[in-house]
């Protein structure tokens, strides 16, 4: 029976300018013709029955019909309605898999009838995760309209849209992403292999048996559903939550002694201190409350705490939720009664026991939002957020994290599985680029490696593809968490600057967000602004055009105490009335807020009272970083700057 390759469907666009290859299968060892309007090719399928060739490059078109016959039966399929325009694979984590339907501009889109437009065609590939690499996909394109564009990626989306009126030709959106998952479960086993950080995980890996798994399952199920090889993952590897030591060595008491602990800015999570991994932490903080206030019964919110906390007011325990392993207590609120016969006139302690075992999405802490944390009775309310005291109690490493790469079946976070499931099967179907949107996954304990995860990845496409020249852009992480002037722990951060160089490498400039950001939320709903910007980034590509792009440095140049940057812009640099999130670093390793001055339409001179001489330079080093430097293109992608020989190990 003659079958295409599910991108051969009614309404698909075919990418113009270069060759078009087009896939089946028939009856084995026959002769195929296929028909694109006035152009015939013909091919002979392989014994197995699969047959390929390429049509030659076409311009802007349509409708057209295309007819594929097997001659010796006579055998026919016919696809119709196709356009030759432009063609993007939109691909990445929740951000990009993020539905049209839950933006905050669906509802006035829908209303202006932006929805419908019959020159945009998109095309969902399934989430799945088979083992083995895949053919083909169950998946057909649709025209866009009210229904079909709903529930589909809105970046993917906007960004589509934008460029149909941009390029005036009809234009195909390929969204492949799944939410949660890491660039490691889109790159391909021999990209991995050539990856130093990955190759004995890739080893390891081949060697795991599913068999238990499999055989675990109920009986009307072929593959254990999503998740479950996750949480069985943890259940083996935190069986108990661990003792409560902080509390046997005093921690909970106001007379405990925290002035050597480690200082913390909540809300937070542990790793704006330093500590890059999961595990049990201690915050306190102490409280003045007036006379009139002792004796009464008082609310305790300390905002949202990952995965689990004991929670004490003067030594005490009044409240606790989760054990730091169960996921159901992931980010949830925390609001406690404090008795009234433990307030006091006077200094109170609060002490905060948070775990978060288990490094999921995020590591532990109080994340607030601020205007959550609060202790208040009937007549006033005291802010919680501000400094505290961190004490690590026990250190779980990143095993919470980084077992999920080797799940195996049904489970996406899995090492090149979606490679073989949802990239693979559209390989080497043409396009004219990517648009790749993830990293959230990875800033949890392989931000240091994700560049190379990263630019493996492209090569590898771009290799199996067989284009040389297929574009790829990066959308950076926005903002998450509070916002912050410095951090010099942000794993957020140094994914960033992994995304900037990336993208810089590939001669595209990274598609910046932090003006689209949201404190508490981990997907913005305003996905338009980001998908048409990387619409004007592709529309400029594909004109051959100066790319729109946010100010990028173009040299640092050490003046004594002063540092000149110069940057790549094509517009004047615009630097706000009150600049921050500019750091300059001393031979000691002293880190002092800066003050930047525009001194050219490109250049900033950059110095810090104090700092003779300046061995680093950060801007916008957190995980929400301050803007204060742009051009009318957008904010400047934070960045870092280290003197030559003065970059830390």
């Not at 895949?134 to 025209?143: D, Y």
């Not at 006091?344 to 609060?350: F, H, L």
């Not at 002490?351 to 590591?363: F, K, L």
């Not at 400094?387 to 077992?403: I, Q």
Request: hydrophobic share 40%.
């Amino acid at each position: 029976m003659m079958k295409l390759m599910s991108l051969f469907s009614d309404h698909a666009v075919f990418q113009r300018g270069v060759t078009i290859p087009v896939w089946g299968w028939t009856a084995p060892a026959s002769k195929v013709e296929v028909t694109l309007g006035e152009i015939s090719r013909m091919t002979v399928s392989s014994p197995d029955g699969k047959f390929f060739l390429r049509l030659p490059p076409l311009p802007e078109g349509g409708p057209f019909t295309l007819t594929v016959e097997n001659i010796a039966s006579g055998e026919k399929t016919a696809c119709r309605d196709i356009f030759i325009g432009e063609v993007y694979l939109v691909s990445g984590q929740s951000n990009m898999e993020f539905a049209l339907a839950n933006t905050s501009t669906f509802e006035v889109d829908k209303a202006k009838g932006m929805l419908c437009n019959p020159a945009l065609r998109l095309f969902k590939v399934p989430v799945e995760a088979w083992p083995g690499q895949r053919e083909n996909v169950i998946a057909l394109w649709s025209v866009a309209n009210e229904d079909t564009a709903a529930q589909f990626s809105a970046v993917g989306f906007y960004f589509g849209a934008k460029l149909q009126r941009e390029t005036g030709v009809a234009v195909g959106i390929i969204q492949s992403a799944c939410g949660g998952t890491g660039a490691e479960s889109w790159s391909s086993r021999e990209s991995l292999l050539l990856n130093p950080d990955w190759h004995d995980k890739v080893l390891e890996y081949d060697l795991l048996d599913a068999s238990p798994a499999l055989k675990s399952i109920q009986p009307d199920k072929v593959l254990p559903p999503s998740g479950s090889a996750i949480l069985k993952g943890i259940a083996e590897r935190f069986p108990a939550p661990p003792p409560n030591l902080g509390f046997d060595l005093g921690y909970a008491s106001p007379e405990f002694d925290d002035s050597r602990w480690d200082s913390i800015e909540l809300p937070d999570t542990w790793t704006s201190a330093g500590f890059n991994h999961a595990g049990v932490f201690w915050f306190r903080r102490t409280v003045e409350l007036p006379s009139e206030v002792a004796g009464k019964e008082l609310i305790l919110s300390l905002g949202m705490i990952d995965k689990g906390d004991v929670t004490y007011f003067n030594g005490e325990q009044i409240g606790a939720s989760g054990d730091g392993i169960d996921m159901n207590f992931w980010n949830v609120q925390r609001t406690y009664q404090v008795p009234a016969r433990l307030v006091r006139s006077g200094k109170n302690c609060i002490a905060v026991r948070a775990a978060s075992m288990v490094s999921i999405v995020m590591d532990g802490g109080l994340l607030g939002p601020a205007e959550k944390m609060t202790l208040s009775g009937n007549s006033f309310s005291i802010p919680l957020a501000g400094p505290w005291r961190l004490k690590m109690e026990h250190n779980s490493g990143t095993e919470g994290a980084e077992f999920m790469h080797k799940c195996g079946p049904g489970e996406p976070h899995t090492q090149h599985i979606l490679f073989d499931n949802m990239i693979a099967p559209l390989i080497p179907y043409a396009l004219r680029g990517v648009l790749w949107y993830q990293g959230e996954a990875n800033a949890i304990c392989q931000a240091a490696q994700y560049r190379d995860l990263l630019s493996g990845m492209i090569r590898d496409w771009r290799f199996r593809w067989g284009q040389t020249s297929l574009d790829f852009m990066i959308v950076q992480l926005p903002g998450f968490l509070p916002v912050r002037n410095f951090c010099a722990h942000s794993q957020w951060a140094i994914l960033r600057e992994a995304q900037l160089l990336t993208a810089l490498e590939n001669g595209i400039p990274p598609i910046v967000t932090l003006d689209w950001s949201d404190d508490y939320d981990l997907h913005p709903r305003n996905k338009q602004p980001v998908g048409e910007h990387a619409a004007a980034l592709a529309a400029a590509r594909i004109a051959n055009k100066p790319l729109p792009a946010s100010p990028i440095v173009k040299e640092v140049i050490p003046d004594g105490s002063t540092l000149r940057i110069r940057f790549e812009t094509r517009s004047p640099l615009e630097l706000s009335s009150s600049p921050r999130g500019w750091r300059l670093t001393d031979p000691e390793g002293n880190t002092v807020e800066a003050i930047p001055k525009l001194i050219s339409s490109d250049t900033l001179e950059i110095s810090a009272q104090g700092v003779q001489f300046p061995c680093a330079l950060h801007y916008g080093w957190s995980n929400h970083p301050i803007v204060s430097l742009r051009n009318a293109e957008g904010p400047a992608s934070p960045f870092r700057w280290f003197r030559p020989g003065s970059r830390p190990k």
